[in-house]
């Protein structure tokens, strides 16, 4: 992430530190919990069945929504009365639609960080298309389409008998702890957050996602199907550890240079000295603890990629797990190089995992238009109308 500088700092880090939690609600249905089959019967006295907490604990008297709790409990009651969206049986009223435009809001302030640091004026109301939507435009109907969405999947849950077991309600507990945490005390007022209703809420969406996870595997979509179509070879990859002196520096200006020769000799005389220490027991990091101006750091790197310097890779291939390189000069410094793993499979999994994604996104949505329409879905203009993207929930600006 760039750096960026804003008059609000403390209101930056602030934000920063809630993105972590904020963003990952939409991630694309990507599934918060394992295709296990519940044991419980999903119908319950508020037909919320087992996707209610099984304990409902008491909020505390100090934290979360203490300073404001009746405002909180009387803003929830409100939104509860107030029906955005009905979705075939269901009406989603606005405490649910509060957390989906709460999580869209961070994830769109993510994005404004960048934006106003490059251009100065407020990404929220940036022109997104030739039709002059703007960016709350379209983050407004992405909430409202996922809204529906998680209504649909949650609804075939219920008709499935798909529930969620102990270990996924407390996990899911533990989420709405890490929500709890993020937010401000003036955002708990704004959006009616209680402890009871986030764990609601993120109940529903759990459940949505785990008939996901279902329905995309019904579909012939799997982590292992999709890993016969990517070539390990392909990726690759190394783990080294190293230690590191730089025969390079940049200038006042900030051009790079190269130290003299006569510094080159000796710092590839000192690695040399390392070298026959390291061959003897001592560790890169009991080397690097004693010597300022050295590096020691790990260096993860594809077979045919640019991760590393030419020398650097062809270096490291030479070496077999736990071997120890000699110097080795690169056009920016010389090296000592350890082999952690000649096999590793951190970018070869991760490009598994994102075609996974794509592929199961792209199944589902076929499937999902097709499903949709058995549902009629009728949005409250009334409600839905006065809801400003960027503006309802969180505390960006």
Known sequence: MPTISRKENKKMRRFLGKVSCGIMVFCALSGLSACKKGEKDPKGPEGEGTVTPTESLSEPLSGFDAANRELVRQRAKEYAGMVVVSVGEEDIAMDKAMFLIYSMEVRGNYYAVYYESQYGTSYWDMVYDDEGHTARDIFKQETLDTLIQYAVLYDCAVKNNITLTVDEMEENNAYVEQIKEALTSEETERGGFTTDGLRR???????????????????????????????????????????????????????????????????????????KEVLTGLSFEEIARGEEAMVHNTRTFLAEGTGAEEAYIKAAAELKVGEVSGPVQTEYGVYLIKMIDDDCTKTYEAAVDAAYEIQRSETFSAAYKVLLAEYPVEVNEEVWGDVILGATVSLFE
């Open 201 to 275: 809420v993120c109940a529903w969406m759990m459940l949505a996602e785990k008939y996901y996870d279902m329905m995309t595997e019904k579909l012939g979509v799997t982590k292992e199907s999709v890993r016969e179509t990517i070539n390990k070879e392909d990726y690759k990859e190394y783990e080294t550890e190293y230690i590191y002196l730089a025969t390079t520096y940049y200038d006042e200006n900030y051009e790079l240079q190269e130290e003299p020769e006569t510094v080159k000799e000796a710092y590839m005389q000192q690695m040399e000295d390392y070298y």
